[in-house]
């Protein structure tokens, strides 16, 4: 005997349980959202991509203007992707150990380096930006403090563009 009633969401599925449903079937990227709501991922029905379409006809022979912009929004789109894996890391470093340090740092291309304006210091002190993937921070945040690195700052992205 089926006692079950089905109800179509358009959003917010995972406050559903446990009052007003059993069970949600949900399209999750991160699955922070089903955490917070204590919910348990019981089984995974199927993996989907996120794609853009354009007619071929337009980005091969078309309105250029057309085109042009469509090629805009990518690049705008991949700009937030790519944000969200990167994080940016700034610290400040004593001159004296300033290039030991930088040469095991990543970045994307070169780290930013700018003096910091203190007319006291015996030391010279720089101020030392990097965008660095956010998979690496953990492990680089000691580095940094151990090679000399003070008041270490961590931010999150908006847009990267490659």
Not at 12 to 36: H, K, M, Q, R, Y
Not at 45 to 63: K, N, Q, R
Not at 64 to 86: G, M, N, W, Y
Not at 103 to 124: E, G
Request: aromatic share 6%.
């Amino acid at each position: 005997q089926d006692n079950a009633h089905y109800v179509h969401s358009r959003g917010a599925t995972e406050v559903f349980p446990p009052e007003d449903a059993d069970i949600i079937v949900d399209n999750s990227a991160t699955g922070s959202t089903l955490s917070a709501n204590r919910l348990k991922i019981i089984d995974e029905i199927f993996v989907s991509s996120t794609c853009l379409y354009a007619h071929s006809h337009l980005m091969e022979e078309g309105d250029p203007v057309r085109k042009q912009a469509i090629e805009k929004f990518v690049t705008l789109l991949k700009s937030v992707i790519d944000a969200h894996q990167r994080a940016i890391l700034e610290f400040n470093i004593p001159e004296s150990r300033l290039q030991e340090l930088c040469r095991t740092l990543p970045a994307m291309r070169q780290p930013t380096i700018s003096p910091l304006h203190d007319a006291h210091s015996l030391d010279q002190w720089f101020g030392v930006k990097i965008a660095v993937q956010k998979s690496v921070l953990f492990d680089l945040i000691p580095i940094i403090k151990a090679g000399g690195g003070e008041g270490i700052i961590v931010y999150d992205l908006k847009h990267v563009t490659l």
